[in-house]
């Protein structure tokens, strides 16, 4: 029984010093990635933003075109991550705005599953409050103020 345990125990280590592995690369790609994208030369007579150092983790070279208005492709974090051979690299990167983004998925989803389980006694007491006393008579025979004759 203890031999088993100490296999399985064994077995799941390398998978753990693994992801670990793979986390720490995804940190540098990204600190290679805010990099490039802060210390770009920005030329206004082209209309093009160019990388003034090497990136090896990136794949880009000094002076690569990394921003441009037409005719370009653009650099994508996703294939950066499947060029360094980062397994499942789609959940490294963030959905993109249109979608709506982790603010919106944190308003939408986890903020209304608390608010559902904590809405006990707060619908109680809505659920023991009267409902309103009925209106009074409206002034001058619900006419309004222009057909006061």
């Known amino acids: 029984m203890i031999a088993s345990e100490t296999s399985a125990t064994s077995s799941s280590e390398p998978c753990e010093s693994k992801a670990q592995a793979q986390k720490k690369l995804v940190e540098e790609i990204k600190v290679q990635w805010k990099l490039l994208w802060n210390e770009r030369f920005d030329d206004k ?3 093009e933003g ?7 983790i990136l794949h880009v070279e ?3 075109v990394i921003h441009a208005t037409r005719n370009f492709k653009a650099l994508s974090f996703k294939e ?3 060029t360094n051979m980062v397994q499942n ?21 986890i903020t209304n599953q608390s608010n559902q ?7 109680s ?4 409050k009267p409902s ?9 025979g619900g006419r309004g103020w222009l057909h006061s004759t």
């Open 89 to 109: 690299p789609e959940r490294y990167i963030p959905p993109s705005t249109s979608v709506g983004g982790w603010g919106k998925f944190i308003k939408k989803e």
């Open 117 to 123: 389980k904590r809405g006990g006694r707060a619908a």
């Open 125 to 128: 007491y809505l659920a023991e």
């Open 80 to 82: 950066i991550l499947d």
């Open 50 to 56: 160019v990388s003034l150092n090497d990136y090896s």
């Open 132 to 140: 309103k006393p009925t209106s009074q008579q409206p002034k001058k």
């Open 45 to 47: 007579k082209l209309a």
């Open 62 to 64: 000094r002076g690569t």
